[in-house]
C-alpha cells in the first residue's frame, strides 16, 4: 500500500523559511521522477517543483531561486527547502510522483502572514 505522509508545515512570518518532508512507502522510491505540489484555496493544485532519478530539478516561475527541492533515495524522502516565504506561499503542500501519481497524502499547511 502507497503511503505518502507530508510533514513540517507551519505558521511563519513573510521572509521567513520552512523545510518540508514528505516520507514515502510502499513504493519503489528511487524509480520516479518526484514532485512537489501546492493547493490554494479556491485554487486548483499546482506544480512547485520536480527532481528526476538523477537530481535534475525544475521549479515553477513563482518559487525559482527561493525553494529548493531535494530526494534521499536511501531513506525514501523528498524535502522542499522554502525560503523568502510570501504570502502567495499560503497553501496545503503534497508531494507525489510527477508522472505516475499515486494515491494523495493528507498535505501539510504554510501559512505565510504578512
Known amino acids: 500500500q502507497v503511503r505518502l505522509v507530508e510533514s513540517g508545515g507551519g505558521l511563519v512570518q513573510a521572509g521567513g523559511s520552512l523545510r518540508l518532508s514528505c516520507a514515502a512507502s510502499?513504493?519503489?522510491?528511487?524509480?520516479?521522477?518526484m514532485a512537489w505540489y501546492r493547493q490554494a484555496p479556491g485554487k486548483q493544485r499546482e506544480l512547485v517543483a520536480a527532481i528526476n532519478t538523477r537530481g535534475r530539478t525544475e521549479y515553477s516561475d513563482s518559487v525559482k531561486g527561493r525553494f529548493t527541492i531535494s530526494r534521499d533515495n536511501a531513506k525514501a524522502t523528498l524535502n522542499l527547502q522554502m525560503n523568502a516565504l510570501k504570502s502567495d506561499d499560503t497553501a496545503v503542500y503534497y508531494c507525489?510522483?510527477?508522472?505516475?501519481?499515486?494515491?494523495w497524502g493528507q498535505g501539510t499547511q504554510v501559512t505565510v502572514s504578512s
Open positions: 507525489n510522483a510527477r508522472y505516475n501519481s499515486q494515491p
Open positions: 510502499g513504493i519503489i522510491f528511487g524509480i520516479y521522477e
